[in-house]
């Protein structure tokens, strides 16, 4: 069983930054392959980014790619997005998740949204 808490999310002005942190709970965080999802008020859930286990390997949303970067700290059994350049667009609540799909999977893992775990989310605002 895996627990993930999200925290950092808050209001920030259009242009600027927040980090948003997830920390896991259980073993074996490393062979877990992690992922960001946001849920926007009356939108559905979508994809943000996403990296595997080992760190190595990143995929990003196309709206967010080149402004958000996600890792991750195995020691620290936390995932990080930073984010900049925040547009209104940005507003939502976002949520960690985590699969013990192999990292050749993930992609289908996150297109059917099939993650394992996920977190209660955070909520992001960004103000115009």
């Known amino acids: 069983q895996v627990q993930l808490v999200e925290s950092g999310g808050g209001l920030v002005q259009t242009g600027g930054s927040l980090r948003l942190s997830c920390a896991a709970s259980?073993?074996?965080?490393?062979?877990?392959?992690m992922a960001w999802f946001r849920q926007a008020a009356g939108k559905e859930r979508e994809f943000v980014a996403a990296?595997?286990?080992?760190?190595?390997?990143?995929h990003y949303a196309y709206s967010v790619k080149a402004r958000f970067t996600i890792s991750r700290d195995n020691a620290k059994n936390t995932v990080y997005l930073q984010m900049n350049s925040l547009k209104p667009e940005d507003t939502a609540v976002y949520h960690c998740?985590?699969?013990?799909?192999?990292?050749?999977?993930?992609?289908?893992?996150?297109?059917?949204?099939?993650?394992?775990?996920w977190g209660k989310g955070a909520l992001v605002t960004v103000s115009s």
């Open positions: 990296i595997s286990g080992s760190g190595d390997n990143t």
């Open positions: 259980g073993r074996s965080f490393s062979t877990y392959q």
């Open positions: 998740a985590a699969t013990s799909a192999s990292e050749a999977e993930i992609l289908l893992v996150i297109q059917s949204g099939a993650m394992d775990y």
